[in-house]
């Protein structure tokens, strides 16, 4: 009965979207306002009914209906119950639903927030919603039902279960917050797609979408690095971050997306950029549902993919509509969009914005051509390239610290423009002091990249202190506060921008972890009982080798030494290797897993793998890796949260205001 | 059951198509209401200007064109609010 | 200089120098791990040249040895449709890799065997399996 009443809310919620959307179209044409309540009623009731098919899938998950092939996919009677419930998005038609599930929340609020406002711009804000969430009820209601029935002749005693590696609290949660982050852009889109059409020439709407961009972004941001930890926490390559297609899927729309989020100030306090803007929440837009195919239409070849579905080109034509419509929208709009102001001189604050956006959508450009580079060369030349981390890397490297250097550079810039003199007083500090790091760097035997990275990463915290410096300065001169008190009323008149500087010294913090990598260092060996190894100047001695059966799975665990050049101990790692369903006769359903152990100090990492285990010779194999500065990524995490956070916190102004 | 709490809904969505023809309010109020937040911006954006200047991050020349444009646009604007509050 | 032409010069010209380095990296890149061809197995068998490849295939079932004196020293045979590639890797292996795995390989192919230095399976078969196969059903004859 259930999944019945589930499929038969999604079928209701898209006839209920096809009426809503004519009814606004009629409104939009003839201005009779009672049919705008009615298109918003429904409006409102697709949302609800999108609701209630996702609440009634995820009881189907949790009471293991397993007459819903979905259920009996990706659960079993064996899964613990969180990870039932996560299973919502653990497959194709499951996440799609999931997809339309945030989106209808999002519009219910964002409905609920502007209830009495922007009355022209809202009917078309209202259609562009809805035709996005129809697109993704049409692909729930006739492509990939998550309510179809299993189509078996026999009674499923079981189902499938959820693959081990997706059995992780931070696996669990790293797709919705993604999700969150991917669908969020929508609304900011919708609103620029009905200014654009409605001509609204005002900034107020501006300032309610940099709320929802930067509430976006901020679940965009923990998308992605929670995804990196898990990686580096569960995969046991030593890394974080791969260049896989879904990572770049999700990397493309937060480049944009942050590119978005600077140029938008200038559009709300300069009325400048607009066309700019616009056309860059749309390609966020395009990128977040391009991203959205890449992850779930499996044309690149990626351990996230799923099997080919028709799903592939139902998206690329969505991605193409949503294109084209845009790039015409644009193109006749240009005319009314032209902004009286211009920006006057190279060396200001404005054109210091315009530089990292253009750095910003450069590299996403180059990161986007990676990505499909296979599938290019494949249609054009018929071999198929694959595209490894080493392309991304010496690509982006570069790009990357062109963008470090923006972020120091921005702040010490003035408005409209800076006079020479002002330029030399404020650039003599970071850059002598960056200028004496370089020296020391260098006489440290630094080479490279490492030494541009490290010494830009010096340049932009002394600028973004000398920034905080002055600001602290002007109000001690002009009302005599101390310097706790006038930095505490500077953070809280300004918090967006002070934030926002919170959140610079977070991507400092994540570059010098991403220089670390230079020193990476990675082996592998096997030892036996009391036989041992080194790596670099740190030694591992295998000190025992333990077995242990636990409830649901095998484990093999060893026991290594670890000591430092003089002998000195430094930790003991335990890594396992464990054997889930040991019991299953048949050895080729048996799951192997590796649970590695790390020791995390702020130098670095050591990494432990335990690869394989020779039982006869009682010899295990081991992959250690040292990991310099790895930690300095996950510190530059929590920075960027806070960051934004502070950004984020409601004032009382604010309130009045959005 | 399942049948009139359809038709429930459904009645409830299309309701305000029955009613009498409805006074928009996206004109004036619309337009009131985006005056007065505006002003309210332009006020903070004269305080944000001020400590900019003090900071150092706009110099005396862009400072007072600056200014002066925001006050002007201010001055517009509450004119503007009088009048149609007053009609 | 109007202000807004040298704007306009200076964004153009790093879009240029921007456009001209991704094209450039594209053609040399700095690792030959850069950039690899995916063929496939038949293709590698017929292939003299002896340039870094990357291929897809499943395990064929029970070619799997492991070397007696390093565990992390594997052999096995690569099948995809009806030709066989004997493979031959040293290194930590993936979890999921086992007898029917799907996995892809990226070496060098040298006197009648491939040397692969990387190693990686595709998502897991028993969690993608075909529901409408009775036999994925039947894990309840196992006591967890």
């Given at each position: 009965m259930t999944p019945v009443l589930g499929s038969v809310s999604l079928s209701l919620a898209t006839g209920f979207g096809i009426l809503s959307v004519i009814l606004l179209s009629l409104y939009i044409?003839?201005?009779?306002?009672?049919l705008f309540l009615a298109g918003r009623r429904m409006a409102i009731i697709v949302s609800a009914l999108v609701i209630i098919a996702t609440l009634l899938l995820v009881k189907e998950l949790i009471?293991?209906n397993?007459d819903v092939d979905y259920v009996a996919h990706y659960?079993?009677?064996?899964?613990?119950?969180?990870?039932?419930f996560t299973a919502l998005w653990a497959g194709q038609s499951g996440s799609l639903l999931f997809w339309v599930f945030i989106l209808s929340i999002y519009s219910l609020i964002m409905i609920f927030q502007n209830?009495?406002?922007?009355?022209?711009?809202m009917p078309w804000v209202l259609c562009v919603i809805l035709t996005v969430q129809l697109f993704f009820l049409i692909l729930t209601n006739f492509i990939t039902n998550p309510f179809e029935p299993t189509n078996?002749?026999?009674?499923?005693?079981?189902?499938?279960?959820?693959?081990?590696?997706?059995?992780?609290?931070?696996?669990?949660?790293?797709p919705p917050v993604l999700y969150l982050g991917f669908v969020g852009f929508t609304i900011p889109f919708a609103f620029t797609f009905a200014?654009?059409l409605?001509?609204?020439?005002?900034?107020?709407?501006?300032?309610?979408?940099?709320?929802w961009?930067?509430?976006t972004?901020?679940a965009l941001?923990?998308?992605?690095?929670?995804?990196?930890?898990?990686?580096?926490?569960?995969?046991?390559?030593?890394?974080?971050?791969?260049?896989?297609?879904?990572?770049?899927a999700s990397?493309?729309p937060?480049?944009?997306?942050?590119?978005?989020?600077?140029?938008?100030?200038?559009?709300?306090?300069?009325?400048?950029?607009?066309?700019?803007?616009?056309?860059?929440i749309m390609?966020t837009f395009a990128l977040t549902i391009f991203g959205t195919f890449l992850t779930r239409s499996g044309v690149?070849?990626?351990?996230?993919s799923f099997t080919e579905s028709p799903l592939g080109p139902i998206f690329l034509a969505f991605v193409a509509i949503i294109v084209t419509v845009c790039?015409?929208?644009?193109?006749?709009?240009?005319?009314?969009?032209?902004?009286?102001?211009?920006?006057?001189?190279?060396?200001?604050?404005?054109?210091?914005?315009?530089?990292?956006?253009?750095?910003?959508?450069?590299?996403?450009?180059?990161?986007?051509?990676?990505?499909?580079?296979?599938?290019?060369?494949?249609?054009?030349?018929?071999?198929?390239?694959?595209?490894?981390?080493?392309?991304?890397?010496?690509?982006?490297?570069?790009?990357?610290?062109?963008?470090?250097?923006?972020?120091?550079?921005?702040?010490?810039?003035?408005?409209?423009?800076?006079?020479?003199?002002?330029?030399?007083?404020?650039?003599?500090?970071?850059?002598?002091?960056?200028?004496?790091?370089?020296?020391?760097?260098?006489?440290?035997?630094?080479?490279?990249?490492?030494?541009?990275?490290?010494?830009?990463?010096?340049?932009?915290?002394?600028?973004?202190?000398?920034?905080?410096?002055?600001?602290?300065?002007?109000?001690?001169?002009?009302?005599?506060?101390?310097?706790?008190?006038?930095?505490?009323?500077?953070?809280?008149?300004?918090?967006?921008?002070?934030?926002?500087?919170?959140?610079?010294?977070?991507?400092?913090?994540?570059?010098?972890?991403?220089?670390?990598?230079?020193?990476?260092?990675?082996?592998?060996?096997?030892?036996?009982?009391?036989?041992?190894?080194?790596?670099?100047?740190?030694?591992?001695?295998?000190?025992?080798?333990?077995?242990?059966?636990?409830?649901?799975?095998?484990?093999?665990?060893?026991?290594?030494?670890?000591?430092?050049?003089?002998?000195?101990?430094?930790?003991?790692?335990?890594?396992?290797?464990?054997?889930?369903?040991?019991?299953?006769?048949?050895?080729?359903?048996?799951?192997?897993?590796?649970?590695?152990?790390?020791?995390?100090?702020?130098?670095?990492?050591?990494?432990?793998?335990?690869?394989?285990?020779?039982?006869?010779?009682?010899?295990?194999?081991?992959?250690?890796?040292?990991?310099?500065?790895?930690?300095?990524?996950?510190?530059?995490?929590?920075?960027?949260?806070?960051?934004?956070?502070?950004?984020?916190?409601?004032?009382?102004?604010?309130?009045?205001?959005? | 059951?399942l049948f009139?709490l359809f038709s429930l809904v459904f009645l409830y969505s299309i309701?305000?198509?029955?009613?009498?023809?409805?006074?928009?309010?996206?004109?004036?109020?619309?337009?009131?209401?985006?005056?007065?937040?505006?002003?309210?911006?332009?006020?903070?954006?004269?305080?944000?200007?001020?400590?900019?200047?003090?900071?150092?991050?706009?110099?005396?020349?862009?400072?007072?064109?600056?200014?002066?444009?925001?006050?002007?646009?201010?001055?517009?604007?509450?004119?503007?609010?009088?009048?149609?509050?007053?009609? | 200089?109007?202000?807004?032409?040298?704007?306009?010069?200076?964004?153009?010209?790093?879009?240029?120098?921007?456009?001209?380095?991704?094209?450039?990296?594209?053609?040399?890149?700095?690792?030959?791990?850069?950039?690899?061809?995916?063929?496939?197995?038949?293709?590698?068998?017929?292939?003299?040249?002896?340039?870094?490849?990357?291929?897809?295939?499943?395990?064929?079932?029970?070619?799997?040895?492991?070397?007696?004196?390093?565990?992390?020293?594997?052999?096995?045979?690569?099948?995809?449709?009806?030709?066989?590639?004997?493979?031959?890797?040293?290194?930590?292996?993936?979890?999921?890799?086992?007898?029917?795995?799907?996995?892809?390989?990226?070496?060098?192919?040298?006197?009648?065997?491939?040397?692969?230095?990387?190693?990686?399976?595709?998502?897991?078969?028993?969690?993608?399996?075909?529901?409408?196969?009775?036999?994925?059903?039947?894990?309840?004859?196992?006591?967890?």
């Amino acid at each position: 009965m259930t999944p019945v009443l589930g499929s038969v809310s999604l079928s209701l919620a898209t006839g209920f979207g096809i009426l809503s959307v004519i009814l606004l179209s009629l409104y939009i044409r003839s201005g009779d306002y009672r049919l705008f309540l009615a298109g918003r009623r429904m409006a409102i009731i697709v949302s609800a009914l999108v609701i209630i098919a996702t609440l009634l899938l995820v009881k189907e998950l949790i009471t293991s209906n397993f007459d819903v092939d979905y259920v009996a996919h990706y659960t079993s009677i064996e899964t613990p119950t969180i990870y039932k419930f996560t299973a919502l998005w653990a497959g194709q038609s499951g996440s799609l639903l999931f997809w339309v599930f945030i989106l209808s929340i999002y519009s219910l609020i964002m409905i609920f927030q502007n209830r009495n406002r922007y009355h022209r711009m809202m009917p078309w804000v209202l259609c562009v919603i809805l035709t996005v969430q129809l697109f993704f009820l049409i692909l729930t209601n006739f492509i990939t039902n998550p309510f179809e029935p299993t189509n078996a002749d026999f009674v499923i005693a079981n189902g499938l279960g959820l693959n081990p590696l997706l059995q992780n609290l931070t696996m669990a949660i790293h797709p919705p917050v993604l999700y969150l982050g991917f669908v969020g852009f929508t609304i900011p889109f919708a609103f620029t797609f009905a200014a654009l059409l409605t001509n609204e020439k005002g900034s107020l709407w501006v300032r309610s979408i940099r709320r929802w961009s930067l509430v976006t972004w901020l679940a965009l941001s923990c998308g992605i690095i929670l995804g990196g930890w898990w990686a580096y926490q569960e995969l046991g390559w030593g890394g974080y971050w791969a260049w896989d297609p879904v990572e770049n899927a999700s990397f493309m729309p937060w480049l944009t997306g942050t590119a978005f989020l600077h140029s938008i100030i200038i559009q709300e306090k300069k009325n400048m950029l607009r066309v700019w803007n616009t056309i860059l929440i749309m390609l966020t837009f395009a990128l977040t549902i391009f991203g959205t195919f890449l992850t779930r239409s499996g044309v690149m070849s990626s351990v996230h993919s799923f099997t080919e579905s028709p799903l592939g080109p139902i998206f690329l034509a969505f991605v193409a509509i949503i294109v084209t419509v845009c790039a015409i929208l644009v193109f006749q709009g240009l005319p009314k969009m032209k902004s009286d102001k211009h920006i006057e001189s190279l060396t200001s604050r404005e054109s210091g914005f315009l530089f990292n956006n253009v750095v910003f959508v450069t590299m996403c450009f180059a990161v986007f051509w990676g990505t499909i580079f296979p599938v290019i060369s494949e249609a054009v030349r018929g071999t198929k390239i694959t595209v490894g981390p080493p392309f991304f890397n010496q690509v982006n490297v570069p790009i990357g610290l062109l963008l470090l250097m923006l972020t120091g550079v921005g702040p010490l810039l003035a408005w409209r423009r800076t006079s020479r003199s002002n330029f030399i007083k404020y650039f003599s500090i970071p850059v002598g002091l960056a200028l004496i790091a370089a020296i020391v760097f260098l006489l440290f035997g630094f080479r490279g990249y490492v030494v541009i990275s490290l010494t830009l990463s010096v340049f932009v915290v002394v600028a973004i202190i000398t920034e905080f410096k002055r600001g602290i300065q002007a109000r001690v001169n002009r009302f005599g506060e101390s310097s706790f008190v006038a930095f505490r009323t500077m953070v809280r008149k300004n918090r967006s921008r002070y934030g926002g500087y919170f959140v610079h010294l977070g991507i400092v913090l994540m570059f010098i972890g991403f220089t670390g990598q230079a020193f990476n260092l990675k082996k592998e060996f096997g030892l036996g009982i009391n036989d041992r190894e080194h790596v670099g100047d740190i030694n591992f001695e295998l000190k025992q080798l333990r077995e242990e059966e636990r409830p649901n799975h095998f484990a093999w665990i060893a026991e290594l030494l670890v000591t430092g050049k003089d002998g000195n101990s430094i930790t003991t790692l335990l890594p396992e290797k464990r054997i889930y369903f040991h019991r299953d006769p048949n050895p080729d359903r048996r799951q192997p897993h590796s649970e590695l152990d790390i020791h995390t100090t702020l130098k670095g990492d050591i990494y432990s793998v335990f690869s394989s285990i020779d039982t006869d010779n009682g010899i295990a194999f081991f992959q250690i890796m040292i990991n310099p500065l790895v930690q300095f990524v996950w510190y530059g995490g929590y920075m960027l949260v806070l960051g934004t956070l502070i950004a984020l916190w409601p004032s009382k102004r604010e309130k009045l205001l959005t | 059951m399942l049948f009139c709490l359809f038709s429930l809904v459904f009645l409830y969505s299309i309701w305000p198509l029955f009613k009498g023809i409805i006074f928009n309010p996206s004109n004036s109020q619309d337009t009131l209401d985006a005056l007065e937040r505006r002003k309210t911006i332009l006020y903070r954006e004269i305080q944000y200007i001020d400590a900019e200047y003090d900071i150092g991050n706009l110099n005396k020349e862009d400072y007072n064109l600056t200014r002066t444009e925001l006050v002007q646009e201010t001055s517009d604007i509450i004119a503007e609010i009088k009048l149609i509050s007053s009609n | 200089m109007a202000p807004k032409n040298k704007i306009v010069i200076t964004v153009t010209g790093f879009t240029l120098v921007a456009l001209f380095w991704i094209y450039w990296v594209s053609v040399n890149p700095i690792d030959e791990r850069a950039m690899v061809k995916f063929i496939s197995v038949q293709e590698i068998l017929q292939t003299e040249d002896n340039e870094r490849v990357r291929i897809g295939g499943v395990v064929a079932d029970g070619s799997i040895t492991l070397s007696s004196t390093n565990k992390l020293e594997v052999a096995f045979t690569l099948k995809e449709g009806d030709s066989f590639l004997p493979v031959e890797f040293i290194g930590t292996r993936p979890d999921l890799f086992k007898n029917g795995a799907e996995v892809i390989v990226e070496g060098l192919y040298q006197e009648g065997s491939f040397h692969a230095d990387i190693l990686q399976t595709k998502c897991a078969s028993r969690y993608e399996g075909d529901l409408r196969d009775a036999s994925s059903y039947n894990l309840n004859e196992i006591e967890i």
